[in-house]
């Protein structure tokens, strides 16, 4: 009698405020989840028992916004998302966010575009190199990318090497970073996003002490013939393998097998064999995970 109550349209503000604090988490649960309900009957359900009374809580578009801000470190995921999507959410639920002791938020929000820049720079500082990592991979923000770019973890650098907004500059700095996955993400981003990067730094890193490096340069689409003939003189039979297919093969190399399906177009320079491709070829990847 009570849920139907709080459930009928016509419900009344004073019975809806009143059954926020009901007895039944059902009937507290639908109460809370009205838009009609009063925003100070709304206020009483921060600290409801009931996680799913909390999380329509956060979901409703009436929930003042100083209680989605607490809601955003609720110890439920799902009232901690559903008060970070509230549609009524603004930046200052977006700044709590960043504040939550809950890293999962962060991450979430470090992969969303057109984020206000307040929220971007707050990302950039975070001390968890993960929510770093995804925003130096999605952000849309230059400023951003800049000092991502030249963040102390390399896992974070790579991540950024990733990123299709990426200035020449950038790349530039990049290839010659002092951590070898970074150089190697910069590798297959080429590859996969069909940049343009200069012959000299491609020959770079054709004579990268990382094999790894060489490995993704050697098999990966997007170097030029002289780069790959360098690299069909490596001392690492595999890559020297790799190189001299591109030499024979420059479209379509045989160990790649087809790429048609995968294709993006065509690299800007002529001078640059193959195709891109959307993903790292299975065979070329089980061939670098058995080595």
Known sequence: MRMAAAAHPDASVELL????????????????????????????????????????????VNTPIDVLCLLTSDKDFQVRYAAMTNPAADDRVLEACCASPH?????????????????????????????????????????ALDILVNDPNARVRAAAAQNRLTTAGQRAQLVRDPAAPVRASLVNAMATLGWDIPEQDLLTLARDRSVNVRYWLAGLP??????????????????????????????????????????????????????????????????????
Not at 104 to 115: F, K, T
Not at 256 to 276: I, K
């Open 17 to 60: 405020a009143a059954l926020t604090t009901d007895a039944s988490r059902k009937v507290r649960r639908i109460a809370a989840g009205r838009p009609r309900t009063p925003p100070t009957a709304l206020r009483t359900r921060a600290a409801d028992p009931d996680a799913a009374t909390r999380e329509v809580l956060a979901a409703n």
């Open 103 to 143: 890293r999962d938020l962060r991450i979430i929000l470090a992969q969303e575009p057109r984020l206000p820049a307040e929220i971007v720079a707050l990302l950039t500082r975070d001390k968890v190199g993960q929510v770093r990592e995804f925003l130096a991979e999605r952000t849309d923000d230059p400023a």
């Open 222 to 291: 997007g170097s030029t013939r002289a780069v790959y003939e360098v690299l069909a003189q490596d001392p690492d039979e595999q890559i020297a393998t790799n190189a001299r297919q591109w030499l024979t093969h420059p479209s379509n190399p045989a160990h790649l097998g087809d790429t048609s399906g995968l294709a993006l177009g065509r690299f800007p320079n002529p001078a640059q064999l193959g195709r891109p491709a959307r993903n790292i070829n299975h065979r070329l990847w089980n061939q670098y995970m058995n080595r």
